[in-house]
């Protein structure tokens, strides 16, 4: 099937972290894009924003989060590593599964 976008848009999936981790990740940094939704196939417009840095286990990661704007519950939290420029942490509610929250950590 197909998805029409209008605008910019960014896929939701494997190394969507690396395109995040390449934006200007200072605190307070907003874009406004739009996403793939699966469940409806239909285009969602999401917004971006760096909410400052949060250090884990000494590292200081940027703290970044993609909210739905039609959903504020539908919500992507990255932990980017400045050094590797990828996300070492991820959660993702999916409001589809009674909003369950979904988290990946690299080891």
Known sequence: ME????????NDGPASDYIVAGL???EGYTLHFQMPDIMTMKAKKV????KGTEEVNGVS??????VNNDNPQDIITFWINPSTKQADKMTQVIPAYQNAVLT???K
């Open 3 to 10: 998805i029409n976008f209008e605008g910019a848009f960014i």
């Open 24 to 26: 200007p990740l200072k």
């Open 47 to 50: 917004t971006l924003t760096t």
């Open 61 to 66: 990661y940027h703290k970044v989060e993609v």
């Open 104 to 106: 990946m950590t690299k």
